[in-house]
């Protein structure tokens, strides 16, 4: 943490998020942060950004951060690498906003729980829907009666990332080959014992995109947990499409779904809550339209109330004021590794429980 008035940040990785949201936020912040460098060790992203983002310094490993006088970096890199450059952060001391998911092997998590807990660092964990105004709206409403819910569902139609964030880059960046390659090895690790369709909607579906998803119904179901209490899976078009269950408690169901399809146009995701005498919808386009917030709607027996919220309150944009606030010791804590290592046995419960029509 930090009494600086603007605090000194660095990004670690130069890819589709960090050039999309991380580095053009931060440099609209000069009132919070001070970017004082990007850490890319590709020669020809670190052109790119040194081309489209000018005056920026760019270097090709963590030293030009901490040289820099970084006190609180973003890592923005393929999950694989996460736990070594965090890890690496820690050791300095100093504060970490990780991109989700952390990662996909509880072994990372666990080792940087304890990293935490030696150096005192913080590393916080970029579910950044829960910082909707409108997504912790729904989490109070839920919580408010939580004696009364009966179902979650979520549903998720995803034309996954290139689509989303082309719009934001002026230059388009693909995933490395090697990262995908990294990604599947530690996933087989993990998941030795799984059939391919369980491990590509672990890797995908359920463990890249609705760990969000996951981590919100926790938060808004907290104490109930799903974990242990998977119900059901299913896993169909050669793992882009996956739905799941589960029974929190004897009077609540969760059921969630996500389709990946490069086709079509726009992300979409719809989460609806039925209690005993309300129905909560909570929806939501593209994270990386920074202008648009989540929407959330009620309806009652005698009244439907949209709520309403400023605008500029994208996720991304609430993450980062919110991070710059506790990192000031003015505002409390982020989600945590300990959050994200619950999210994650969840996920990999639910991946385990699919079944496929082709297995």
């Not at 819910?149 to 964030?165: A, Y």
């Not at 490395?176 to 014992?193: G, H, Q, T, Y």
């Amino acid at each position: 943490m930090t009494t600086q008035a603007v605090i000194p940040v660095a990004v670690v990785g130069g890819g589709r998020v960090a050039s999309a949201v991380h580095i053009p936020l931060l440099l609209r912040r000069p009132d919070l942060f001070d970017l004082v460098a990007v850490v890319e060790p590709d020669s020809d992203r670190s052109t790119v950004l040194g081309r489209e983002f000018s005056g920026l310094t760019v270097g090709a490993d963590l030293e030009v951060a901490f040289d820099k006088g970084a006190r609180a970096v973003i890592c923005a890199t393929p999950w694989p690498t996460h736990r070594d450059i965090v890890t690496e952060v820690l050791d300095r001391g100093i504060d970490v906003l990780v991109e989700k998911p952390a990662s996909l092997d509880p072994g990372d998590l666990k080792a940087l729980i304890a990293a935490e807990q030696i150096s005192g660092a913080n590393v916080a964990v970029g579910y950044m829907k829960r910082h909707d105004p409108a997504a912790v709206r729904f989490v109070e409403l839920v919580s408010e009666q939580l004696d009364r819910v009966r179902r979650i569902s979520v549903d998720i139609v995803d034309p996954d990332s290139p689509l989303q964030v082309a719009h934001r880059l002026i230059t388009p960046t693909a995933p490395k080959p090697e990262s995908r390659v990294a990604a599947a090895r530690i996933v087989a690790e993990v998941l030795a014992d799984a059939t391919a369709g369980q491990r590509t909607v672990y890797e995908r579906g359920i463990g890249a995109s609705l760990i969000h998803q996951i981590n919100l119904v926790h938060t808004a179901l907290a104490p109930h947990s799903l974990v242990g209490h998977v119900a059901h899976g299913r896993h169909w078009a050669n793992g882009s499409a996956a739905a799941c269950g589960w029974w929190p408690s004897g009077e609540i169901a969760v059921q969630m779904s996500h389709i990946r399809l490069p086709g079509i146009p726009e992300y979409q995701e719809r989460i609806e809550v039925v209690t005993d005498d309300a129905r909560i919808l909570l929806e939501a386009g593209s994270p990386y339209l920074i202008e648009q917030g989540m929407r959330l709607t009620e309806f009652r027996a005698d009244r439907v109330t949209t709520h309403g919220f400023p605008a500029q309150s994208n996720g991304f944009v609430r993450q980062l004021e919110h991070w710059a606030a506790f990192l000031r010791r003015q505002g409390p804590a982020l989600p945590s590794t300990t959050e994200a290592l619950r999210d994650l046995t969840a996920a990999r419960e639910a991946a385990l429980a699919c079944t496929g029509v082709e297995e």
